[in-house]
């Protein structure tokens, strides 16, 4: 849907919802932040995924606030059931309310509540916050990204700076060129985290690997593209979200001459 009758569509109700998920962002952030570095219940979900009582929280606090504000709105969550009847919903809010739940329980600073409205699967709200370094990250479709109300913008230019680069080690060494002795920049806990940095220019690049979920990747993906950034797979295709199937396989973020530059490298030298 072009943007101009995006707008025409869905303008009044999308300022609205950007109020709405602002503050609602910052109350859950404030709730694990409250909760960060104390005694917590924590158990393993699925084969090796961690979950505390506080994502638990989290979780119920958002959806407390934004299914009584917008009923009519799907819901999908890392932490809640699955809903079938999302895929029938227009507008559908995507949430991870602790992305980076390992960082968080080793009482790391490195994670944040990340939350997106999604549209006909493209986000057209995103939010990424990461309360224990007071980084707020916030796009609206068509608007431009901010970071603590200062728009941002990735770093310029295509050239391939390693120690600016996150993502899995094995990925990223696949561009090759790498001087001896130089080393790729350090984890980030939050996938989501990872990726926003790219449209501040703190890092001029981030990698995903395969195992990301809607919820990891839908508020990023917005907040990247509305800095001027590019976040596609590695062939260069745009994903789409709130479908039957939210696992997505190998990703990379970067401002637009780096991500193109990136992708064509890929294209010419395929992962298997």
């Known amino acids: 849907m072009p943007d101009a009758d995006f707008d025409i569509i869905h303008g009044e109700a999308l300022t609205r919802?950007?109020?709405l998920l602002a503050g609602v962002v910052r109350e859950a952030?404030?709730?694990?932040?409250?909760l960060f570095r104390t005694e917590l219940k924590s158990w393993t979900k699925g084969q090796s995924s961690p979950v505390s009582e506080a994502d638990i929280a989290v979780n119920d606090l958002i959806e407390t606030r934004l299914r009584a504000a917008t009923p009519d709105y799907g819901w999908l969550s890392e932490e809640s059931a699955d809903d079938p009847s999302r895929l029938g919903k227009p507008l559908t809010w995507i949430v991870d309310p602790i992305d980076?739940?390992?960082a968080y329980l080793a009482r790391q600073e490195d994670w944040s509540v990340s939350i997106a409205l999604v549209a006909d699967g493209l986000p057209v709200l995103g939010a990424v916050f990461a309360p224990a370094s007071d980084e707020f990250f916030?796009?609206?479709r068509g608007r431009g990204t901010a970071l603590n109300g200062v728009p941002v913008a990735p770093?310029?230019?295509a050239a391939i700076d390693f120690p600016k680069i996150a993502g899995p080690k094995p990925l990223v060494e696949r561009l090759g060129g790498m001087r001896e002795g130089e080393s790729l920049h350090p984890r980030i806990g939050s996938l989501a985290l990872r990726l926003v940095r790219v449209a501040?220019?703190?890092?001029?690049a981030a990698f995903a690997g395969g195992h990301s979920r809607d919820w990891d990747l839908a508020a990023a993906d917005l907040i990247v593209h509305e800095a001027g950034g590019e976040m596609t797979t590695l062939a260069g295709e745009r994903m789409v979200y709130n479908q039957t199937?939210?696992?997505?396989?190998l990703l990379v973020a970067a401002g637009r001459a780096r991500h193109a530059h990136i992708v064509r490298h890929f294209r010419e030298n395929p992962v298997l």
């Open 29 to 34: 952030g404030a709730l694990a932040l409250s």
């Open 200 to 204: 501040e220019g703190r890092l001029d």
């Open 17 to 19: 919802d950007a109020a």
């Open 138 to 140: 916030f796009a609206m």
């Open 155 to 157: 770093a310029p230019g």
């Open 245 to 249: 199937d939210v696992r997505h396989g």
């Open 100 to 102: 980076g739940t390992r």
